[in-house]
């Protein structure tokens, strides 16, 4: 068995320290916030795909990611006992006009040459996507069946619970012991001069489509999820604002109701409002001085985090990863 110390308790953290677990190490995680206390305790939860287009080492990435997602995140739940509220039930994006329905069609080539058969990226009329299904100017709606979703809080809580039942600790405080990855969110790169934090709004609406696609437009995301509620968001705003909830969220909340009038009339039961970190390179994965770094990923990183867990606790206990060398920290750091 190896000792090993992971700084930070969000989705990349805790996902380093459960596949580390699994491959026998005694793990030790440290966040003064405990589990989910940054960014990846959010509320959106949207685990999308890029569009299948200028296909480069990120997008090959995460959707490696979310291809693996439901057996990742289901031993999850059987290592530790918690509910994740992952269910892969596809994503709706309304149209704007017949240019954008070209464009969309054409897009399709290209999931089939990269998705080839795992999902399908389709261009449906309005009337075939069901209930819960946005207003289209065009008519028509990109249906795709990759796209999953996952309640942030839930995963993150589940993933803690997972590396306790495997022996590991979840601490505030205390000392390093072994190799140290650093997955510490917007915090850790400000620190490191890696990059820096974008302000995110969101709110979580009590209304119950469980067994609804998300819904993705031009800045905005809705998201049913498992335990009845809906999450609407998100903001991108300089890390000047402060980390306060304010109006700007409101706006949002009045452009999804525009869009989908039945949430106009249900209840806001959360505001949230926090810093997604944004690294200079994307996503950072790999050595960092005498220690390991994960972090980066902004909006997709709880997508990202299954397999940016197996591959550095491959890293760190192997000495060896599958890690695309775009993602190395020490270029342009």
Known sequence: MRDLTVMGAGAFGLSVAYAAAR?????????????????????????APHAPEGWDALKAFQWEALMMAEGWWRGVEEAGGGATGYARLGRLQPLRDDAAVA????????????????????????????????????????????????????????????????????????????????????????????????????????????????????????????????????????????PEVDGRLDKVLAKAAALMPELAEAEVIRRWAGFRPRARQRLLLGRLGAGYIANGGYKIGLGLAPLVGERMAELVLEGRAEIPEEFAPEEGA
């Open 23 to 47: 491959r026998g190490a005694r793990v030790r995680v440290i966040d003064p916030g405990g589990p989910g206390a940054g960014a990846s305790g959010g509320v959106v939860g949207a685990l």
């Open 103 to 242: 464009r969309a069609r054409d897009r399709a080539k290209g999931a089939a040459a990269h998705w080839g058969a795992a999902a399908r990226w389709r261009v449906i009329p309005v009337a075939e996507a069901g209930r819960f299904a946005p207003a289209s100017p065009s008519g028509f709606l990109i249906h795709d069946s990759a796209s999953a979703r996952i309640s942030p809080a839930g995963a993150c809580a589940a993933l803690a619970a997972a590396v306790a039942a495997l022996g590991g600790e979840i601490l505030r405080e205390g000392e390093c012991v072994g190799p140290v990855v650093r997955a510490t969110g917007a915090a850790g790169l400000r620190a490191a001069g890696l990059g820096s934090g974008v302000k995110g709004q969101a709110a979580l609406l009590a209304l119950d489509r469980r067994e609804a696609p998300q819904i993705s437009a031009p800045g905005l995301h809705i998201v049913p999820h498992a335990d009845g509620t809906v999450a609407v968001g998100s903001t991108t705003e300089p890390e000047a604002e402060g």
